[in-house]
């Protein structure tokens, strides 16, 4: 273990600079200095995860590397390249990878449940990717055509929940498309639509905001799809070295696992918000993750800014994997006119 007077190993992330312990027989609680006044932050023991080296699994150098997503039918992974509009997919049983599609940027994607993609693209489009071949669910919404939607996920029931990004006019908003095909807009006000995950009893859905640092939790309805009473569940620091929350999943545990960009980590939250570990990895901007592999303990995550690496660090824009012994949990599949 390390934090308990032991010297960290090198890239450990155990507490933040400047740290003056105050108590705990089960975490640590540290007072970090800052220009105005103290803050006092609770840090769990740091392990050993800390210190693992991300194993880089592909370099496609993506823009913006994101919405990694375990195809369960196939067993392979897939993720994108938002901008460019590509997707990839990467088998771990050969090791190959390879990009399967290019064309208009994709914000968002999910998994059918005839093993089809579900893309959610600029101008609101929503189409069905097949064997490279495009049939179209949505072709935009005119409240949309500035913008693109960024981050999505699919419900027990078969439903997707999927969000905008602003333009500047206005701020992002939040929808369910329904498995009727039929589209409902949730909540308006959105700075970046971002990571959303579900509690292991499927009673409440996480959702991340971005620009305000902030991951809410809502009480969830499954018979319906229905949100309500919003809060904070996580709001990040305002130093800017810690970035900003951007994707997210939820393991066996009921753990949220938080992508940092511009943070150059992975966070690791207990069920109660408090952070329990964070991972780091040679890239500044850390966009996504999920679970994979036969039994989910593989955890993939991807990373942005690979068309500049100087800027960036040397491994933005790849994808890479953790085998940390953690158990993960299937994601739930969309049910689009199906």
């Not at 955890?299 to 660090?313: F, P, Q």
Request: aromatic share 10%.
């Amino acid at each position: 273990m390390i934090g308990r007077g032991i010297p960290p190993a090198a890239g450990a992330h155990c507490a933040m600079p400047r740290r003056v312990p105050l108590v705990g027989s089960h975490g640590t609680a540290v007072i970090l200095a800052s220009v105005n006044a103290p803050m006092l932050y609770w840090r769990e023991p740091c392990t050993q995860e800390d210190a693992v080296e991300p194993e880089l699994i592909a370099d496609y150098e993506c823009v913006v590397g994101e919405g990694p997503l375990w195809h369960a039918g196939e067993q392979r992974l897939y993720w994108l390249d938002i901008p460019k509009g590509r997707i990839f997919r990467y088998d771990p049983r050969t090791g190959q990878h390879e990009m399967v599609h290019e064309g208009e940027p994709i914000g968002g994607f999910t998994i059918q449940a005839d093993g089809a993609l579900l893309l959610f693209m600029a101008r609101g489009a929503v189409k069905i990717w097949r064997a490279g071949k495009l049939e179209v669910v949505i072709e935009e919404l005119p409240e949309e055509r500035e913008t693109r939607f960024n981050d999505v996920i699919a419900d027990p029931e078969g439903r997707v929940f999927c969000g905008t990004m602003s333009t500047p006019h206005r701020a992002g908003r939040l929808y369910r498309l329904d498995r009727d095909g039929t589209i409902t807009r949730l909540l308006e006000g959105i700075g970046t639509s971002n990571g959303l995950g579900f509690t292991p009893d499927r009673r409440h859905l996480y959702y991340t905001d971005t620009p305000k640092r902030e991951i809410y939790l809502f009480d969830y309805d499954q018979a319906t799809g229905a949100i309500s009473n919003q809060r904070v569940f996580v709001r990040t620091p305002e130093d800017p070295s810690e970035g900003r929350p951007d994707g997210m999943t939820v393991d066996a545990e009921g753990y949220v696992w938080s992508a940092r960009w511009d943070g150059g980590c992975l966070v690791r939250y207990t069920p109660d918000g408090r952070e329990e570990r964070r991972i780091r990895f040679p890239a500044k901007k850390v966009s996504s993750v999920t679970f994979g592999g036969p039994d989910y303990r593989d955890i993939y995550v991807t990373t942005a800014g690979g068309d500049d690496k100087v800027t960036n660090g040397p491994g933005a824009g790849g994808l890479y994997r953790l085998r940390l012994g953690i158990q993960g949990v299937p994601e739930f599949l969309s049910r689009i006119l199906l």
